[in-house]
């Protein structure tokens, strides 16, 4: 990828939101698939609830034929400090991760949970690394690719993963709004790290404040974030990953922020 443009990038829509708005993921598969199809977005991260149907292939493929979206990949995530819940964890990772490898060339998005960095042993660190090993070779066994996405964590654990776990192993899909939350600046970050960029997810929010319903309602600089992707030569998936903002009604219905969400992507950032 040549620096100073926006390749390759596929958008996508995680559907993470669903389930806040009430939706049953598993049940209600094609409502979901549906929607996202409407609102024309070109591609879709499941949730993991998507995969527990008895038919979650069938049902998936047929979504997929019937509104053209292609399938990013999917998401999880689990305490990789604790090594005694760490062989229950690497068996429900091995079955979700056979199944994202049954949809083809996907990607799984990991978002790590435990004690922080801070306040660690020796021992939990090496089970950190330990776990986050396992995993990328467990996905790349399959043909998956993991990414280590991102999610509030101080830079002191984020930077603890990017120091021991090899770049090929360990891709980064960092959430550029939890990056905010955590303290680390995310154009920062981005510029950083630009060669181990696979994914980005997106939303808006109030400098100072909270996260937004849609995008374009808070302070998120899109045309600066392009200019930013075009100078690091970005050419993963950017993902619109909306959540309702804590403790504020619902003043509209999902639909319409996902559309208005889309817009503003196309008319800031040019997808």
Avoid at 19 to 42: I, K, N, T
Avoid at 74 to 102: F, P
Avoid at 234 to 249: I, M, N, Q, R, S
């Amino acid at each position: 990828m040549v620096k100073g443009t926006v390749g390759i990038m596929r958008l996508g829509c995680h559907v993470y939101v669903f389930s806040e708005y009430g939706y049953d993921q598993a049940a209600q598969l094609d409502e979901v698939w549906d929607m996202v199809a409407d609102c024309s977005y070109p591609a879709i991260e499941i949730h993991a609830p998507m995969l527990e149907r008895p038919d979650w292939y069938e049902a998936i493929m047929a979504a997929q034929e019937r509104t053209g979206l292609q399938t990013i990949g999917g998401s999880n995530g689990g305490n990789l400090t604790d090594a005694a819940g760490w062989d229950a964890l690497r068996r429900k990772m091995d079955e979700y991760t056979q199944k994202l490898a049954r949809l083809g060339n996907v990607k799984c998005g990991f978002t790590a949970t435990g004690v922080r960095a801070a306040e660690r042993t020796d021992e939990q660190s090496a089970q950190v690394v330990r776990a986050w090993t396992e995993l990328a070779q467990m996905c790349r066994a399959r043909g998956v690719q993991l990414n280590y996405h991102t999610h509030g964590e101080p830079i002191a654990d984020v930077q603890f993963v990017i120091d021991h776990v090899p770049a090929e192993l360990l891709p980064l899909g960092p959430d550029l709004d939890w990056l905010r939350f955590g303290g680390i600046d995310p154009e920062a970050f981005l510029r950083a790290h630009a060669d181990r960029l696979v994914m980005l997810h997106v939303r808006d929010y109030h400098l100072g404040g909270s996260r937004t319903f849609a995008l374009g309602e808070g302070d998120a600089d899109y045309p600066h974030l392009k200019t930013v992707l075009e100078q690091i030569g970005f050419a993963g998936d950017f993902v619109v990953e909306l959540a309702t903002p804590p403790g504020v009604p619902r003043d509209r219905d999902l639909r319409e922020i996902l559309r208005t969400s889309r817009a503003h992507v196309r008319e800031t950032v040019g997808l």
